[in-house]
Nanobody, 117 residues
Framework: VQLQASGGGLVQAGGSLRLSCVVS???????MGWFRQAPGKDREFVAT????????NYASSVKGRFTISRDNAKRTVYLQMTSLKPEDTAVYYC????????????WGQGTLVTVSS
């Protein structure tokens, strides 16, 4: 199973980025999520989306600024980030839940987002 995240980079505060994560080697038919880990901090939940895309949930810190979506035909999950703040700087990871699991069992390698003030 491989989750390949991309789209990170350096952006000024107030700017936007779109992250992508392509899943291969396993069915895409599971809930997907985005997490992030800032330097010196624990990894934290950012957003999640169900297989059908019918339900999404966000961390309070990103609600209204970030949007998670998925294209099942492309086996890709996205995270559209707008109104970025310096505190959004982190390595962003995509993850997939396992079969019958409430936890995220499969993880990508992460993509770095740096927001300058």
């Amino acid at each position: 199973v491989q989750l390949q995240a991309s789209g990170g980079g350096l952006v000024q505060a107030g700017g936007s980025l779109r992250l992508s994560c392509v899943v291969s080697g396993r069915t895409f038919s599971y809930d997907m999520g985005w997490f992030r880990q800032a330097p010196g901090k624990d990894r934290e939940f950012v957003a999640t989306i169900t297989y059908t895309g019918g339900f999404t949930n966000y961390a309070s810190s990103v609600k209204g600024r970030f949007t998670i979506s998925r294209d099942n035909a492309k086996r890709t999950v996205y995270l559209q980030m707008t109104s970025l703040k310096p505190e959004d700087t982190a390595v962003y990871y995509c993850a997939q839940k396992g079969a019958g699991s409430r936890s995220y069992d499969y993880w990508g390698q992460g993509t770095l987002v740096t927001v300058s003030s």
